[in-house]
């Protein structure tokens, strides 16, 4: 029995030096997750943003295609009733 305790006395310090090592691993890990964590989420809000100003521009461009249609078609009406008083001119002179 006294070689047993003899044994395991001479066996503790690199226990507790494993148990050391392994404490530090782990809190290493812990940190390389939490940044890690923090990078993701990060980048998440960076997606979150640009998928947010992609909508709005598309918005936008709709909406300025729809302006310029509408143009288009004032200009057109414009140009039909100009022809129309030019050929009602044309025909009294």
Do not use: G, I, N, Y
Not at 19 to 40: C, D, G, I, N, R
């Amino acid at each position: 029995m006294r070689q047993a305790q003899d044994c395991a006395e001479q066996e503790r310090p690199a226990a507790l030096q494993a148990m050391a090592e392994a404490q530090s691993a782990l809190e290493e890990a812990e940190k390389e997750a939490t940044a890690k964590t923090q990078f993701k989420r990060h980048l998440t809000v960076e997606l979150e943003e640009a998928r947010s100003k992609t909508s709005s521009d598309e918005a936008a461009a709709k909406r300025m295609a729809a302006e310029a249609q509408a143009a288009e078609l004032r200009a057109r009406r414009a140009a039909e009733e100009q022809r129309q008083v030019l050929e009602e001119s044309e025909r009294q002179a």
